[in-house]
């Protein structure tokens, strides 16, 4: 049957490898129960590409949605379309304005910037020290991919930032999309995303989870509106772009594993038992 995959066996002469041999199970296994064991394997995988097929297009349905609702807001951004419901926002908000939220507000806001670069490193070596290389990777792409398209975004709207502190962000002088809604949505959609994957058999924690997640993602956003620094279309589009990057690079994890996934299933020996 040839030496690529030492486990392999001749089930026509009911032969295990001898590198298999050593092992008691294995040897006392016949050519009937490597059969079986082998085409349940191959259905299993064919069950995941199946899976995978599933969320791949759920996915690009997601990103497809975001990215037209971000088309839609900027197009009416740059149409001024918007500028008295984002007033309105902003108006609304004040009102509710005091020391104590002002205080809440700027430290919800930090989990959208200082705070991102320092779970991102703790997270970074809870996956290395699991040897989770493809997530730490992707990981990095989300926070790193997320900032630097949304500096390319604002310079290219080159929105103004609210009236009250107009010329108060020398660094970042522009307002749309908001960057903090951008990466947050980036980072903690795909926090979320890996919690999904690691809780599958506790449905009730994978919900509580991304809930959580969620959670964060709107407070840090009405944190910025609090704090009048961003409009409430700032805030949307950046949920939007975040989002739309997080999927890209959850889609292109996916396509690769999906891809390794089809060609084990095409070589895998359960296909050669077939007849």
């Known amino acids: 049957m040839g030496t690529r995959h030492a486990w392999r066996v001749d089930v026509s002469n009911g032969l295990v490898d001898q590198n298999q041999a050593s092992d008691p199970t294995l040897a006392r296994t016949d050519a009937a129960g490597w059969r079986a064991y082998l085409r349940q394997l191959s259905r299993g995988g064919r069950s995941r590409l199946a899976a995978l097929g599933i969320t791949l297009v759920l996915g690009y349905l997601l990103g497809l949605g975001a990215l037209l609702f971000f088309s ?8 001024r379309q918007t500028q008295a419901l984002d007033e309105s926002v902003l108006a609304f908000l004040r009102g509710f ?11 919800i806001s930090v989990l959208g910037s200082e705070a991102v670069a320092g779970f991102l490193v703790l997270l970074l070596l809870v996956l290395g020290w699991r040897r989770q290389w493809g997530a730490a990777v992707a990981l990095v792409l989300v926070v790193v991919g997320a900032q630097e398209l949304n500096n390319v975004l604002k ?10 502190v107009a010329g108060a962000f020398a660094a970042q002088a522009f307002s749309f999309p908001s960057g903090h809604a951008m990466v947050a949505a980036s980072f903690y959609t795909f926090i979320g995303y890996l919690g999904w994957r690691e809780l599958t058999h506790q449905p009730v924690m994978k919900r509580v989870w991304v809930g959580l997640m969620t959670l964060v993602v709107l407070l840090i956003g009405l944190s910025r509106l609090y ?3 961003h409009y409430f279309t ?6 939007a772009a ?22 084990a299933t095409r070589e895998h020996p359960a296909a050669m038992l077939s007849g």
Do not use: C, H, K, N
């Open 72 to 79: 839609y807001v900027a197009f009416e951004v740059r149409g």
């Open 97 to 107: 304005q005091s020391p104590a939220l002002d205080t809440l507000a700027s430290a």
């Open 155 to 164: 310079d290219f709207f080159q929105r103004a930032r609210p009236a009250p």
């Open 227 to 229: 704090l009048g620094v």
């Open 234 to 239: 700032d805030v949307l589009a950046g949920y």
């Open 242 to 263: 975040g989002l739309i990057w997080t999927d890209a690079v959850i889609l292109g994890s996916r396509m690769v594993t999906s891809r390794r996934l089809a060609r």
